[in-house]
């Protein structure tokens, strides 16, 4: 027999997604990254790109994060400081590998001091390819992630308004 | 000192050495010194650094390979536009090289990551702590060696 459906739990869990969806708090973390896809974070933050109009800020502490931006190969020296990152951040968790090194170790597969991407170490979520990948890019992937969350009714587009002095090539996602 | 001056004094200075060193130049810049005899280096050094000469900008580790066993380590000093460079070769099992460091303090840095990324010994180096590589790096493996294989680490999984 099915358990009973409790419409309470329904409500509640409907307004948790809710909330989870339009204020996801973001950390970023760079372990081992050239600084490139770390300029691009900061420029989808930044009005240009404003990423703040979805409700992501950026958090300073992983104790306050739902969503980790890890860029860069993992180093073996930086292994240890990721996983415990990941390891403060309160569930439920998501993180994000920005870039092609964070991927599968990029340029820096193999070496003798990387252990390679980021799922190496930690469970990754969303995957964004790109060296580095553009903001609309990083737009993209996390509003996919986020409507992995949604039901299917009620998906964010993909295509979000971008502002009117934007070159015609970035505005389409 | 222009360029051209540079370098007729720092040959004049290894020219002292001529029974120890076989002098080349592969650029118009830059002279190439083998230093045959690997007792002779640090006095070498001291030539140059007491002609103000001694403007150390990297130690090189070059590991031959397997099939000529053997190491060379090369000392590059740059002086103006000036590239000195001395080389000297030790054998790649147990080669040992004396420590610049009592001469230039500055080459300790390079000389411990010579040490831990080819193995090779430095006598006369206080400081033999790990610098660059994790904590945990296994013993005795050297990641710049011919022979090291990135695999091998896998068994140091949770280690490394």
Redesign the interface.
């Known amino acids: 027999m099915e358990p009973k459906k409790n419409v309470w739990d329904e409500v509640v869990k409907g307004l948790k997604t809710w909330a989870r969806v339009n204020s996801p708090w973001v950390l970023h973390f760079n372990s081992g990254s050239c600084n490139g896809c770390d300029i691009e974070i900061l420029s989808t933050l930044t009005p240009r790109y404003d990423m703040e109009r979805m409700g992501v800020k950026l958090q300073a502490s992983p104790r306050h994060a739902d969503i980790l931006l890890a860029t860069g190969a993992v180093t073996?020296?930086a292994r240890e400081r990721l996983v415990r990152i990941y390891e403060q951040m309160h569930e439920p968790k998501f993180v994000i590998a920005i870039g092609s090194c964070a991927i599968s170790g990029g340029v820096f597969e193999?070496?003798?001091?990387v252990m390679g991407g980021i799922d190496q170490v930690i469970p990754v979520n969303a995957y964004i390819p790109g060296c580095p990948p553009r903001p609309e890019a990083i737009i993209y992937g996390v509003v996919k992630l986020l409507n992995s969350l949604l039901p299917a009714g009620s998906q964010i587009p993909a295509a979000l308004p971008v502002p009117e002095n934007t070159p015609e090539e970035v505005t389409t996602l | 000192m222009n360029s051209q001056e540079i370098l007729t004094l720092a040959e004049a200075i290894v020219g002292a050495w001529d029974w120890a060193t076989e002098v080349s130049h592969p650029r118009p810049n830059q002279i190439d010194v083998k230093v045959t005899h690997l007792n002779e280096l640090v006095p070498i050094v001291v030539g140059l650094r007491v002609k103000r000469l001694g403007y150390l900008c990297a130690i090189v580790g070059l590991d031959l390979g397997p099939e000529v066993n053997e190491m060379e380590v090369l000392y590059h000093f740059c002086p103006g536009d000036v590239v000195i460079g001395l080389r000297v070769r030790i054998p790649r099992q147990g080669g040992a090289v004396p420590s610049l460091s009592e001469v230039i303090p500055s080459a300790e840095v390079f000389e411990r990551e010579l040490h831990e990324m080819f193995g090779i010994e430095i006598t006369g180096l206080r400081n033999t702590e790990r610098l660059y590589?994790?904590e945990r790096?296994p013993e005795g493996v050297y990641?710049?060696r011919k022979d090291?294989d990135?695999a091998s680490?896998a068994a140091h999984e949770g280690g490394?």
């Open positions: 073996r020296q193999g070496c003798y001091n | 590589l994790p790096w990641p710049l090291f990135p680490l490394v």
